[in-house]
């Protein structure tokens, strides 16, 4: 039973990393101190796309589920939880690169705006 929970809450870990990896830096507005662990954080979540790696949480979730008495997966954190709702087929290296491509995209659209205001406020 331990070891069921703490799958489950290496699964919220998760979650809640590739969401705070894509969506981060809009904390980073009203946090602005944030940015010095969202930064390495979304360099991370994009590495771990472009290269095609597994992140460590992956394995750390199925050795849980193993220990529990639960079925482990062979695919990553993104093609067992996230690609089934998010896309019907299977997680392509094209895909992966686009996801990567999203998430610098995403970040570097957001500090941009936040660079921009600060530059306003320091000219005033």
């Not at 290496?10 to 590739?18: C, G, Q, R, S, Y």
């Not at 193993?66 to 089934?84: C, K, N, V, W």
């Amino acid at each position: 039973m331990p070891y069921r929970l703490l799958a489950d809450a290496t699964v919220l870990l998760h979650v809640a990393f590739v969401a705070f990896v894509v969506l981060g830096g809009l904390l980073v507005f009203r946090w602005p101190k944030l940015a010095w662990v969202h930064i390495p954080a979304a360099a991370w979540g994009a590495w771990v796309e472009f290269a095609g790696i597994v992140c460590p949480l992956t394995p750390l979730e199925n050795w849980f589920r193993a220990r529990g008495g639960q079925a482990a997966y062979t695919s990553d954190f993104i093609e067992h939880y996230l690609m089934p709702v998010l896309y019907p087929a299977a997680l392509s290296r094209e895909l992966q690169w686009a996801l990567g491509g999203i998430v610098l995209l995403v970040n570097a659209a957001v500090y941009l705006v936040l660079l921009r205001r600060r530059g306003r406020r320091r000219q005033t």
